[in-house]
Antibody, heavy 121, light 107 residues
Framework: EVQLLESGGGLVQPGGSLRLSCAGSGFTFSTYAMTWVRQAPGKGLEWVSAISGSDGGTYYADSVKGRFTISRDNSKNTLFLQMSSLRAEDTAIYYC??????????????WGQGTLVTVSS | DIQMTQSPSSLSASVGDSVTITCRASQSISTYLNWYQQKPGKAPKLLIYAAPSLQSGVPSRFSGYGSGTDFTLTISSLQPEDFATYYCQQSYSTPHTFGQGTKLEIK
């Protein structure tokens, strides 16, 4: 069974940093694109960042570009999202999701259970 | 960025009804259109990918249609477990934007 388990969320002050992790199991992690999607409390889904499973290319939403860095450690089947210069508007549940193929132009399934990031003083 | 607009934003229907949700892209996205279902407190679940393709394990009462800029998700013979929020997403170009969601409620 394919599973994704996020960790690393929590309360952080504005301007602070946090690193999220997403451990994958049940599939050949290195060959799939992976994506982070967030959902602010009571709001819709926002695509944040993706990393290709074919060439390792990385992609970001304008709202996080220059502040967030996506990476992966294929030897540990783990996806990361390094977040810095955090703002109140980054408060959200962060989901990681597996692409249905190696390229990023694909649908996402499954999704992890999410990890909550709260940016507040 | 490609804007995705869903309509309606909310919808009331009864068990056994058929409903259609529309998603419009601000530019052509071919068939790079996906549909997700989200229930309260849960992660989204993929229903339809690449516009008409039904994800494995998803009931056949869910169907997707469209290409270019206009897409629909139809749920025939609504079941109690179908009452949820539905999102479309384009995966044609980054950022892979989502629609604002359609909340399907029991009448």
């Amino acid at each position: 069974e394919v599973q994704l388990l996020e960790s690393g969320g929590g309360l952080v002050q504005p301007g602070g940093s946090l690193r999220l992790s997403c451990a994958g199991s049940g599939f050949t992690f290195s060959t799939y694109a992976m994506t982070w999607v967030r959902q602010a409390p009571g709001k819709g889904l926002e695509w944040v960042s993706a990393i290709s499973g074919s060439d390792g290319g990385t992609y970001y939403a304008d709202s996080v570009k220059g502040r967030f860095t996506i990476s992966r450690d294929n030897s540990k089947n783990t996806l990361f999202l390094q977040m810095s210069s955090l703002r109140a508007e980054d408060t959200a549940i962060y989901y990681c999701a597996k692409g249905i193929g190696p390229g990023i132009a694909v649908a996402l399934t499954p999704w992890g259970q999410g990890t909550l990031v709260t940016v507040s003083s | 960025d490609i804007q995705m607009t869903q309509s309606p934003s909310s919808l009331s229907a009864s068990v056994g009804d058929s409903v259609t949700i529309t998603c419009r892209a601000s530019q052509s996205i071919s068939t790079y259109l996906n549909w997700y279902q989200q229930k309260p407190g849960k992660a989204p679940k993929l229903l339809i990918y690449a516009a008409p393709s039904l994800q494995s394990g998803v009931p056949s009462r869910f169907s997707g249609y469209g290409s270019g800029t206009d897409f629909t998700l139809t749920i025939s013979s609504l079941q109690p477990e179908d009452f949820a929020t539905y999102y479309c997403q384009q995966s044609y170009s980054t950022p892979h934007t989502f629609g604002q969601g359609t909340k399907l409620e029991i009448k």
